[in-house]
């Protein structure tokens, strides 16, 4: 495992519990707004903790911290994952993965293992404007094989969009609504801009997205899972149908 930071303590990254996350180096993406891009290129990442290290804290602080959260980067990039999550629920810890999708047969392989408590996926944006939001070319249906996966794991799990101004307009959040499968929390976050962001990308915004396009996602979510309040506290408001 190529780690690149451990956060000791989160109450907002695994739904309804107290959690250690574990950032690892490397992407395959470029998305413009990332808000992590010192782990994106593990070549010129600052080095982190050994893996060995995470699971000797982790052990230490058992009863203390009841879930473990593997986000990136792109966990799934991580050849030693299964065996990363493996140690991990021997310590007796369920395990979220935060993933961008783009190895569906990772999480196929890690789901029939039934490694994975919780799935959040990350859904960008629709397959037209997939490779503009990514920063890099990719196949949009290999995105929609994870989804389905998600989809039909059985696991607690949610897709997330960051909303983003320039990128998304209203249209697109019906669009996005239809690829998800119905019965799964979809989670709305709005892009906030970073100085790192115009450092890196000067095109992006400099302002969060207009209410307007805030709320016709909000509705498509909130038509489709009412509590999603209560799935994430990272969500923004919901805006209830019809208003
Ligand atoms: S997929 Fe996630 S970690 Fe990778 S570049 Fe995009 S936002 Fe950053």
């Known amino acids: 495992m190529n780690i690149g930071g451990l956060q000791k303590l989160s109450f907002i990254d695994y739904p309804d519990r107290l959690a250690a996350v574990v950032f690892t180096q490397g992407c395959n993406w470029r998305c413009p707004w990332c808000h992590n891009p010192g782990l994106l290129n593990p070549a010129t990442a600052q080095p982190g903790p050994g893996a060995n290290d995470v699971l000797t804290f982790l052990e230490s602080r058992k009863g203390r911290v009841d879930a473990v959260v593997i986000t990136g980067g792109e966990p799934t990039l991580q050849p030693d994952l299964g065996d990363f999550i493996t140690a991990l629920r021997k310590l007796g810890y369920p395990v979220k993965l935060d993933t961008n999708g783009s190895r569906p047969e990772v999480l196929k392989d890690l789901l029939e293992k039934q490694l994975l408590d919780f799935i959040a996926m990350d ?3 629709p397959p037209a ?3 503009a939001a990514i920063g890099t070319a990719f196949a949009f249906p290999t995105l929609q094989r994870s989804i389905d ?3 039909q794991s059985g ?3 949610h897709f997330r969009t960051t909303v983003v101004p320039g990128l998304h307009e209203e249209a697109d959040a019906a669009v996005l609504a239809a690829l998800i499968p119905p019965a799964s ?5 709005a892009f906030r801009p970073l100085p ?3 450092t890196r990308h000067p095109d992006l915004p400099d302002q969060p997205p207009p209410p307007s396009l805030l709320q016709a996602f909000h509705r498509e979510a909130h038509a ?3 509590s999603i309040r209560q799935i994430h506290p990272k969500c923004p ?5 019809n208003t």
């Open 123 to 125: 859904l960008k944006a």
């Open 129 to 131: 404007k997939c490779n």
């Open 149 to 151: 996966l998600i989809g």
């Open 155 to 157: 696991l607690p799990h």
């Open 185 to 189: 929390p979809w989670i709305i976050q």
């Open 196 to 198: 790192t962001h115009k």
């Open 224 to 226: 489709r899972t009412p």
């Open 237 to 241: 408001e919901p805006v209830p149908p």
